[in-house]
């Protein structure tokens, strides 16, 4: 069993940053893939950008490359978001997941654990 936590969202002006963290406990976290879904209002939850196990290979939406950063220090059992330039369109309940094996992937079905979610909200 894999706890997940995340933390640090909030409100914002565009153009700002925030990063999100995600304290992970049980399990073997150095083993795990790890991924970061969004989910705004009326929409469907989607995928936002994942990291394998060592960290060696992410992936990214076309939407926020460029501004979104992925990361994961294994010692501490911890993920991470560093969200820069962020837009209003970027406004959503962030999530962090993990899938029990090593290898990126970009579906909601490949996660096998998930956090509660952090509200990122981008003013205007």
């Known amino acids: 069993q894999v706890h997940l936590v995340e933390s640090g969202g909030g409100l914002v002006q565009a153009g700002g940053s925030l990063r999100l963290s995600c304290a992970a406990s049980g399990g073997t976290f150095s083993s795990y893939a790890m991924g970061w879904f969004r989910q705004a209002p009326g929409k469907e939850r989607e995928f936002v950008t994942t990291?394998?196990?060592?960290?060696?290979?992410?992936y990214y939406t076309d939407s926020v490359k460029g501004r979104f950063t992925i990361s994961r220090d294994n010692a501490k059992k911890m993920g991470y978001l560093q969200m820069n330039s962020l837009k209003p369109e970027d406004t959503a309940v962030y999530y962090c997941?993990?899938?029990?094996?090593?290898?990126?992937?970009?579906?909601?079905?490949?996660?096998?654990?998930w956090g509660q979610g952090t509200q990122v909200t981008v003013s205007s």
């Open positions: 997941a993990v899938r029990l094996a090593r290898f990126i992937a970009a579906t909601p079905n490949d996660y096998n654990y």
């Open positions: 990291i394998n196990n060592n960290g060696a290979t992410t």
